[in-house]
C-alpha cells in the first residue's frame, strides 16, 4: 500500500530521544502529523488522554486487535501499544504527511503494509548516556529502567531494516538530520512533481 503524502516512522530505544526530536519536526511543519497511539500503559504525570496517547485497559485492547483495528500493535515492556487504522486514516484524509513513533516490531509491521514508508532509527550516542538518560528522566522505577536497558542489543539488531539512523548527541544537530531526511523525502520526484508549474 503507498499512501499519497509521506509516513515516517520513528524508532528507537527509550531514552534516545525520539519523543523530542519528533515534536521538533511536528513544531516546524504543519503539512505532518503525528499519530496518537493507543496503550494500556498507564498515564505518566502530565500526559493526556487523547494528545499522548489514547489509554485503554488491557481488555479493550485486545478486543481491538481482534477486531483487527490496528494497522500495527506490540507488546512493550509488559504493556500494550498500537496504532490504529482509524487514526492514520484520519491524517492521511487531511493530505497531511504522518509519523509514528512506535518500537521496532510495530515499525516492522508497517514496513509490510507501506513500503515505500520512510524508517528512521534514532539513538544515543552510547550505552553511558542511554543510562544517564533513563535514570534522569525519572518516569520508570529501578527495574522498569533496567528492564529497558537490557533490551538495547535487541533493539540495536533492527538498525538495518530502516533507511537512517540519526545518533542524537546533540539534540540540535539530530533535529537538523531529521529536518533533513524529511525534506530530501519531500524532493523526491514523483513528490515534488505535483509542484511545477509547467
Ligand atoms: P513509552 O512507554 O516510553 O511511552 O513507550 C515505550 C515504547 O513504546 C517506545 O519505544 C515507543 O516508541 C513505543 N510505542 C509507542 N507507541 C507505539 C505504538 O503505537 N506501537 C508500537 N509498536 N510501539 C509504540
Known amino acids: 500500500m503507498n499512501p499519497k503524502g509521506i509516513l515516517l516512522v520513528v524508532s528507537g530505544p527509550s531514552g534516545a530521544g525520539k519523543g523530542?526530536?519528533?515534536?521538533?519536526?511536528?513544531?516546524?511543519?504543519?503539512?505532518?502529523?503525528?499519530?496518537?497511539?493507543?496503550?494500556?500503559?498507564?498515564?505518566?504525570p502530565g500526559e493526556i488522554d487523547g494528545e499522548s496517547y489514547h489509554f485503554v485497559d488491557k481488555e479493550e485492547f485486545l478486543q481491538r486487535i481482534d477486531n483487527g483495528e490496528f494497522l500495527e500493535w506490540a507488546r512493550v515492556y509488559d504493556n500494550y501499544y498500537g496504532t490504529t487504522w482509524?487514526?492514520?486514516?484520519?491524517?492521511?484524509?487531511?493530505?497531511?504527511?504522518i509519523i509514528l513513533e512506535i518500537d521496532m516490531?510495530?515499525?516492522?509491521?508497517?514496513?509490510?503494509v507501506f513500503d515505500s514508508g520512510v524508517f528512521i532509527f534514532v539513538i544515543p550516542p552510547s550505552r553511558d548516556v542511554l543510562e544517564e538518560r533513563i535514570i534522569n528522566r525519572g518516569t520508570e522505577d529501578a527495574g522498569a529502567?533496567?528492564?529497558?536497558?537490557?533490551?538495547?542489543?535487541?533493539?540495536?539488531?533492527?538498525?538495518?531494516?530502516?533507511?537512517?539512523?540519526i545518533i542524537n548527541d546533540s539534540l540540535d544537530k539530530a533535529v537538523k538530520e531529521l529536518e533533513s531526511i524529511y525534506i530530501a523525502e519531500k524532493c523526491r520526484p514523483h513528490r515534488s512533481i505535483k509542484y511545477w508549474k509547467g
Open 20 to 44: 523530542t526530536l519528533c515534536q521538533a519536526l511536528l513544531e516546524k511543519f504543519d503539512d505532518l502529523q503525528c499519530s496518537v497511539s493507543m496503550t494500556t500503559r498507564k498515564p505518566r
Open 86 to 97: 482509524e487514526q492514520v486514516r484520519n491524517i492521511i484524509d487531511k493530505g497531511k504527511n
Open 105 to 112: 516490531q510495530g515499525a516492522m509491521q508497517v514496513k509490510k
Open 145 to 165: 529502567a533496567k528492564k529497558r536497558l537490557g533490551n538495547l542489543n535487541n533493539e540495536l539488531a533492527y538498525i538495518n531494516n530502516y533507511n537512517y539512523l
